[in-house]
Nanobody, 122 residues
Framework: QVQLVESGGGSVQVGESLRLSCVASGFTESQYCMAWFRQAPGKEREGVAKINGFAVTTYADSVKGRFAISKDNAANTLHLQMNSLNLEDTATYYC????????????????WGQGTQVTVSS
């Protein structure tokens, strides 16, 4: 079955950077939309960045210009480079995968990682 394992979370100060990684295995379909979501305490899980089967990327407005999603197909790894982190970026970050060439709503994502914690402090 599909497995997604995140790493790279940690505690940083405002303005610093982190790079998250997600190693994927067990894919049986030819195309997947891959994404990063995050969930802060008391808040709903929200999409942060997505990359579709054609390597087209989309971002939440709150992270545009600061975060970059990429995937290394040879290594089956998804990355999220996070720069200029601020307090509002504190959350558990989840890697997700959904079958299809195009990315849609959260409902399309059938596979989730266990999450990695990102804490930003002043």
């Amino acid at each position: 079955q599909v497995q997604l394992v995140e790493s790279g979370g940690g505690s940083v100060q405002v303005g610093e950077s982190l790079r998250l990684s997600c190693v994927a295995s067990g894919f049986t379909e030819s195309q997947y939309c891959m994404a990063w979501f995050r969930q802060a305490p008391g808040k709903e899980r929200e999409g942060v960045a997505k990359i579709n089967g054609f390597a087209v990327t989309t971002y939440a407005d709150s992270v545009k210009g600061r975060f970059a999603i990429s995937k290394d197909n040879a290594a089956n790894t998804l990355h999220l480079q996070m720069n200029s982190l601020n307090l509002e970026d504190t959350a558990t970050y989840y890697c997700a995968a959904g079958v299809g060439n195009y990315c849609g709503s959260r409902l399309m994502f059938d596979h989730w990682g266990q999450g990695t914690q990102v804490t930003v402090s002043s």
